[in-house]
T-cell receptor, first 107, second 119 residues
Framework: EIVLTQSPGTLSLSPGERATLSCRAS???????LAWYHQKPGQAPRLLIY???SRATGIPERFSGSGSGTDFTLTISGLEPEDFAVYYC??????????FGPGTKLE | QVQLQESGPGLVKPSETLSLTCTVS????????WSWIRQSPGRGLEWIGQ???????NYNPSLKSRVTMSADASKNQFSLKLTSLTAADTAVYYC???????????????WGRGTLVNV
C-alpha cells in the first residue's frame, strides 16, 4: 500500500504570498493518479487538482500542481483569504485503492 | 447541479451495524462509481469503498470483512453497511462521486456534506 506524506504539517503565510505544499509517496506513482483537495471547517473536501496538474472545474489559475515519481507539489500563487484551509493529496491505484495524505494546514 | 445527501443514525452502539444511505440528485447513479469515505481526527480521510450501480464493488482491504455496499437505481441511492462497530469507527462519513476522465484519471468531484456517526 502506498503511503502519502505531506509537508509541512502547518504553513503560516499571509494573503498575497505564495504557498508551496509538498506530497511525497512511499513509492513511485503515476502522475495520472495524484490529486489535491482542500477542506474548510465543517465542509467536505473540494477537488482542486487531478492528474497531478489539471485544475478542476471552477478552480482559479492561482492553483497549480506539478511533480512526478514520488514527489508532488501544489502551489498557490497569491493567496486569497478563502484559500486558508487544510490541503490533502490523494492517490489512486488500480487495485483499486484510494489513499489520502495526512494534510497540510494553511493558516 | 449534482448533490449528494447522507442519511442515517448519528449514534450507534458498539458491536452493532451502521447503515447509511446516500441520495443523489442532479445525476444518475447508473453512471460512474460512487464511494464512501470517512474522516476522523485519528485516522484522517479514509476511503471505505466504491460501488457501481450494477453491484460491482471494491472495498478498502482494511475494512473489507465488515463492509457491504449496495445501490438502488430506482431511488438513485446507494448504501453502506459497516458491521461490528467499535469506538474507532466514530467519524464523519461522506459519500462522493468517483469520476474518471477520458484519460482514466480519477477524482472525487462531488461530495455530500457528511454525517457524524458516534459509536
Amino acid at each position: 500500500e502506498i503511503v502519502l506524506t505531506q509537508s509541512p504539517g502547518t504553513l503560516s503565510l499571509s494573503p498575497g504570498e505564495r504557498a508551496t505544499l509538498s506530497c511525497r509517496a512511499s513509492q513511485r506513482v503515476s502522475s495520472n493518479f495524484l490529486a489535491w483537495y482542500h477542506q474548510k471547517p465543517g465542509q467536505a473536501p473540494r477537488l482542486l487538482i487531478y492528474g497531478t496538474s489539471s485544475r478542476a472545474t471552477g478552480i482559479p489559475e492561482r492553483f497549480s500542481g506539478s511533480g512526478s515519481g514520488t514527489d508532488f507539489t501544489l502551489t498557490i500563487s497569491g493567496l486569497e483569504p478563502e484559500d486558508f484551509a487544510v490541503y490533502y493529496c490523494h492517490h489512486y491505484d488500480s487495485s483499486p485503492m484510494f489513499t489520502f495524505g495526512p494534510g497540510t494546514k494553511l493558516e | 447541479q449534482v448533490q449528494l445527501q447522507e442519511s442515517g443514525p448519528g449514534l450507534v452502539k458498539p458491536s452493532e451495524t451502521l447503515s447509511l444511505t446516500c441520495t443523489v440528485s442532479g445525476a444518475s447513479i447508473t453512471r460512474d462509481y460512487w464511494s464512501w469515505i470517512r474522516q476522523s481526527p485519528g485516522r484522517g480521510l479514509e476511503w471505505i469503498g466504491q460501488i457501481f450501480y450494477s453491484g460491482v464493488t471494491n472495498y478498502n482491504p482494511s475494512l473489507k470483512s465488515r463492509v457491504t455496499m449496495s445501490a438502488d437505481a430506482s431511488k438513485n441511492q446507494f448504501s453502506l453497511k459497516l458491521t461490528s462497530l467499535t469506538a474507532a469507527d466514530t467519524a464523519v462519513y461522506y459519500c462522493a462521486r468517483d469520476c474518471y476522465d477520458t484519460s482514466g484519471r480519477p477524482y472525487f468531484d462531488y461530495w455530500g456534506r457528511g454525517t457524524l456517526v458516534n459509536v
